[in-house]
Each structure stands twice: as structure tokens, then as C-alpha cells.
């Protein structure tokens, strides 16, 4: 499996000539994220990890294409029917030859007065999780940690990885940060990575992997 950072909280997998897509929302500024792919997975609805107008383009462009993700974004993509699959915790299904599971339900406090959106992490072939915006603790050797957000503060980004412990994990959602806030992430990241002699580093948009 090769796995490639876009921007802001989406990646693409590819493998065996096969392709699944996680989160191209209005951050992630690459025209062809989802160009050649079989199937979107959507951990939420927020604007940064869904892209409604883009994700309808690309519907009809690939009559292939199938979009996976909770029931609020289901809702909000009603209009194209069954191309849009809605999944929750404890469901799984395979997809362009990738196992999926889902776990996770809610999204992180944003505010005290507001009540979580739905959220689903995405564990693909029991290898690479995707948690959305959340804190989700799977035992997946590589997870996608959120790296900043108007939700977490750095000791949270910290504790999680230690409760996950993964032996590679690589930082999503850091699309809001300037230089020298990539840089400050960057720090953290290979930090704790020594501490738990593992891989924590950012990849840079369009810097791939293999898995």
C-alpha cells in the first residue's frame, strides 16, 4: 500500500493499481485529489474534510466512484442517491480491494454550547486509521494524528499518540498553520517519536509512502 498526504487532512491509497481517498474537503487545494479513485471516505461534514460541489463533480465525471461516510454527510449528498453509502460504528465493507472498518462516532468538543457532529474514523486493511476529528484509540500501526485544530491543544495531539502507540504515525489536519507553525509541528512530532522509537513525522503535500 503507498499512501500520499495532500493537503490538509486528505490522503490518497493506492494499491494493486487501485485508489481510495479520505477527506478532500475545501482545504486541500489539489485539483485532481480525487481524479482515478473508486471511492471517498467522509469522516465528517465540517467544510475542511468535505467539499460537496467537488465531490458531485467528481460523481459524474467517474460513474465508477462511490462515497462512504456518516449519515449527516449522506444527507447533505441525498441528491445523488445510492453513489453515497452511509456507514457508522462496527460496519465494514471492502472497496477498491481495501478492507474498511469504522469506528468512532462523534467529533471533538469544538465549543462548550455546541453538540458534536457526527464523526467515523476509517481503519483501512487493519493498517493506516484515519480518525477524523477525533481522538479515536485504535491499535492500527499507522495513524493519521491530527496536528492542529481549534479543538486540540498539543498535550492532547501527545496523549494520543501514546495511547495508540503506532510504529508510524503521520500528521493530518495541519492546513491552517503557518511555516512556523509547521515547523513547531514538525518538532513535536519527531520528539515523541523518539521517545516511543518510532516514526511521527508531517508529510509534506504530495509526499507518498509506502505502507
Given at each position: 500500500?503507498?499512501?500520499?498526504?495532500?493537503?490538509h487532512s486528505?490522503?490518497?491509497?493506492r494499491?494493486?493499481?487501485?485508489?481510495?481517498?479520505i477527506?478532500?474537503?475545501?482545504?486541500?487545494?489539489?485539483?485532481?485529489?480525487?481524479?482515478?479513485?473508486?471511492?471517498?471516505?467522509?469522516?465528517?461534514?465540517?467544510?475542511?474534510h468535505?467539499?460537496?460541489?467537488?465531490l458531485?463533480?467528481?460523481?459524474?465525471?467517474?460513474?465508477?466512484l462511490t462515497?462512504?461516510?456518516?449519515?449527516?454527510v449522506?444527507?447533505?449528498?441525498?441528491?445523488v442517491?445510492?453513489?453515497?453509502?452511509?456507514?457508522?460504528e462496527?460496519?465494514?465493507?471492502?472497496?477498491?480491494?481495501?478492507?474498511?472498518?469504522?469506528?468512532?462516532?462523534?467529533?471533538e468538543?469544538?465549543?462548550?454550547?455546541?453538540?458534536?457532529?457526527e464523526?467515523v474514523?476509517?481503519?483501512?486493511?487493519e493498517?493506516?486509521?484515519?480518525?477524523?476529528?477525533?481522538?479515536?484509540?485504535?491499535?492500527?500501526?499507522?495513524?493519521?494524528?491530527?496536528?492542529q485544530?481549534?479543538?486540540?491543544?498539543?498535550?492532547?495531539?501527545?496523549?494520543?499518540?501514546?495511547?495508540?502507540?503506532?510504529?508510524?504515525a503521520y500528521?493530518?489536519?495541519?492546513?491552517?498553520?503557518?511555516?512556523?507553525?509547521?515547523?513547531?509541528?514538525?518538532?513535536?512530532?519527531?520528539?515523541?517519536?523518539?521517545?516511543?522509537?518510532?516514526?511521527f513525522?508531517?508529510?509534506?503535500?504530495?509526499?507518498?509512502?509506502?505502507?
Amino acid at each position: 500500500m503507498q499512501l500520499t498526504k495532500l493537503g490538509h487532512s486528505c490522503v490518497r491509497l493506492r494499491k494493486d493499481d487501485r485508489t481510495l481517498v479520505i477527506d478532500p474537503g475545501g482545504l486541500t487545494p489539489e485539483d485532481d485529489a480525487i481524479t482515478g479513485a473508486e471511492a471517498v471516505l467522509i469522516t465528517h461534514e465540517h467544510f475542511d474534510h468535505l467539499e460537496a460541489e467537488r465531490l458531485r463533480r467528481a460523481l459524474v465525471e467517474d460513474p465508477r466512484l462511490t462515497v462512504y461516510t456518516c449519515r449527516a454527510v449522506a444527507d447533505i449528498l441525498s441528491d445523488v442517491g445510492d453513489r453515497v453509502r452511509t456507514v457508522g460504528e462496527g460496519d465494514a465493507f471492502t472497496v477498491a480491494g481495501f478492507d474498511v472498518a469504522v469506528v468512532g462516532q462523534k467529533h471533538e468538543i469544538v465549543h462548550p454550547d455546541v453538540p458534536p457532529v457526527e464523526n467515523v474514523g476509517f481503519l483501512i486493511d487493519e493498517e493506516v486509521f484515519h480518525p477524523g476529528d477525533a481522538f479515536t484509540v485504535v491499535r492500527a500501526p499507522t495513524l493519521l494524528v491530527p496536528g492542529q485544530a481549534p479543538w486540540m491543544k498539543a498535550p492532547e495531539m501527545i496523549q494520543y499518540l501514546r495511547e495508540v502507540s503506532p510504529r508510524r504515525a503521520y500528521a493530518v489536519h495541519d492546513g491552517l498553520l503557518n511555516d512556523a507553525g509547521l515547523g513547531l509541528l514538525e518538532s513535536q512530532l519527531s520528539g515523541e517519536g523518539k521517545r516511543q522509537d518510532a516514526e511521527f513525522r508531517r508529510l509534506k503535500p504530495g509526499e507518498s509512502v509506502p505502507l
